[in-house]
């Protein structure tokens, strides 16, 4: 997750049994170096120094803006030759060329595609990604304008991924909406072998957001009202992002000034002046419409444990439920 997830998070999530990763869109590469060394010194290891394990934290990035800064990769394959990172995760766009890259540089590590319909996951699999995360509508953060939700791409894709590989066991994860114990259990009922939780680590304490960013999520409830997909945050933002995507934010001061058909120009001046005192009123938060199931500032070993617990719980409940 850009401008969520650092080094400190992706190795909490690690350590607590999840795959933390560095969210490295919109970066330069010595951000990532400097997030690569947080997560080596949480694990006591240095990125410099020859380790005959993998670093467990991935890294991941937006295809589209790695196309326009590919040394952005190469110099983190570069910097992490001694110690390769578990993963690397492509987002938004054609990533062939950076999976052969990885492939190359750093063989060791497994390579994860996020897409967002049937077709992409169909061609990531043809292309080798050795796992591939389905993101539904409800996701914080960016997304193709035409998605279908999660509970209903998740089991279209596996059934498909199936039928084309029966003898390739390719992990679905299952992404957007699921911040609780009960939604890894349902999205394990749809086919999913995991999941991603993006708006749940996104208020955890180790996310790098800011917190007032962080405190307007907790406060949000009933996300279909509160949480609305928009690309004006990105053009207040002077972020390039391809046409056909927009994303997921809160509901602000900025987008009712928006739906009130105010001019470009004020809606550029409430965002400017709000990002200078980082007013949650006005900044750009991404967060998926779960927003109200995320209910506190938590550490990130915390959000995975009570997770756990809470899947076993609702498992065996529902066990009895259909009595068996
Ligand atoms: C604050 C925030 C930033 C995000 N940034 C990225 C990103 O840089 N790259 C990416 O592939 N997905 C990004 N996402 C989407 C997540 O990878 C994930 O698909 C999504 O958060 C899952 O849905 P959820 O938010 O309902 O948990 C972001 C999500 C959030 C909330």
Not at 97 to 115: G, L, T
Not at 189 to 194: E, K, Q, R, T
Not at 244 to 272: F, H, P, W
Not at 298 to 306: D, E, T
């Given at each position: 997750?850009?401008?969520a997830?650092g080094?400190?998070?992706?190795?909490?999530?690690?350590?607590?049994?999840?795959?933390?990763?560095?969210g490295c869109?919109?970066?330069?590469?010595s951000?990532?170096?400097?997030e690569?060394?947080?997560?080596?010194?949480?694990?006591?290891?240095?990125a410099?120094?020859?380790s005959?394990?993998l670093?467990?934290?991935?890294i991941g990035y937006?295809?589209w803006?790695l196309?326009?800064?590919?040394?952005l990769l190469?110099?983190?394959?570069?910097y992490?030759?001694?110690t390769?990172?578990?993963?690397?995760?492509?987002?938004?766009?054609?990533?062939?060329?950076?999976?052969?890259?990885?492939?190359?540089?750093?063989?060791q590590?497994?390579?994860?595609v996020?897409?967002?319909?049937?077709?992409?996951?169909?061609?990531?699999?043809?292309q080798?990604?050795?796992?591939?995360?389905?993101?539904?509508?409800?996701?914080?953060?960016?997304?193709?304008?035409?998605?279908?939700?999660t509970?209903?791409?998740?089991?279209?894709?596996?059934?498909?991924?199936?039928?084309?590989?029966?003898?390739?066991?390719?992990p679905?994860?299952?992404a957007?909406?699921i911040?609780?114990?009960?939604?890894?259990?349902?999205?394990?009922?749809?086919?999913a072998s995991?999941?991603?939780?993006?708006?749940?680590?996104?208020?955890?304490?180790?996310?790098?957001?800011?917190i007032?960013?962080?405190?307007?999520?907790?406060?949000?409830?009933?996300?279909?009202?509160?949480?609305?997909?928009?690309?004006?945050l990105?053009?207040?933002?002077?972020?390039?992002?391809?046409?056909?995507?927009n994303?997921r934010?809160?509901r602000?001061?900025?987008?009712d000034?928006?739906?009130?058909?105010e001019?470009?120009?004020?809606?550029?001046?409430?965002?400017?002046?709000?990002?200078a005192?980082?007013?949650?009123?006005?900044?750009?938060?991404?967060?998926?419409?779960?927003?109200?199931?995320?209910?506190?500032?938590?550490?990130?070993?915390?959000?995975?444990?009570?997770?756990?617990?809470?899947a076993?719980?609702?498992?065996?409940?529902l066990s009895?439920?259909l009595?068996?």
């Amino acid at each position: 997750m850009a401008y969520a997830a650092g080094g400190a998070l992706a190795a909490e999530v690690s350590k607590a049994g999840g795959l933390g990763f560095i969210g490295c869109g919109y970066t330069d590469a010595s951000w990532g170096k400097r997030e690569i060394d947080v997560a080596c010194k949480s694990f006591q290891l240095s990125a410099s120094a020859t380790s005959t394990t993998l670093l467990p934290i991935g890294i991941g990035y937006i295809t589209w803006y790695l196309t326009e800064h590919p040394e952005l990769l190469e110099e983190h394959l570069e910097y992490t030759k001694q110690t390769p990172l578990a993963a690397f995760w492509f987002a938004y766009g054609d990533c062939r060329r950076f999976m052969a890259m990885v492939r190359d540089k750093s063989p060791q590590s497994k390579i994860v595609v996020q897409v967002n319909t049937v077709k992409e996951a169909s061609d990531a699999a043809d292309q080798g990604a050795d796992a591939i995360v389905v993101q539904g509508h409800e996701a914080g953060g960016h997304g193709p304008v035409l998605n279908s939700s999660t509970i209903i791409l998740v089991p279209e894709v596996v059934s498909m991924l199936q039928s084309r590989y029966p003898n390739r066991s390719i992990p679905v994860l299952a992404a957007g909406g699921i911040a609780n114990g009960r939604g890894l259990l349902a999205a394990l009922a749809l086919g999913a072998s995991g999941v991603v939780m993006g708006t749940r680590f996104m208020a955890a304490e180790e996310s790098v957001y800011h917190i007032n960013a962080k405190k307007a999520v907790v406060e949000a409830k009933d996300g279909g009202t509160t949480t609305m997909r928009t690309e004006m945050l990105d053009t207040l933002r002077r972020s390039n992002w391809p046409q056909g995507y927009n994303g997921r934010v809160l509901r602000n001061a900025i987008t009712d000034a928006m739906e009130r058909g105010e001019s470009l120009r004020a809606l550029q001046k409430l965002y400017d002046d709000a990002k200078a005192s980082n007013d949650a009123k006005g900044l750009a938060i991404f967060a998926g419409s779960n927003v109200g199931l995320v209910n506190e500032i938590l550490p990130a070993g915390q959000i995975i444990a009570n997770t756990m617990r809470e899947a076993n719980q609702a498992y065996h409940n529902l066990s009895d439920m259909l009595d068996v």
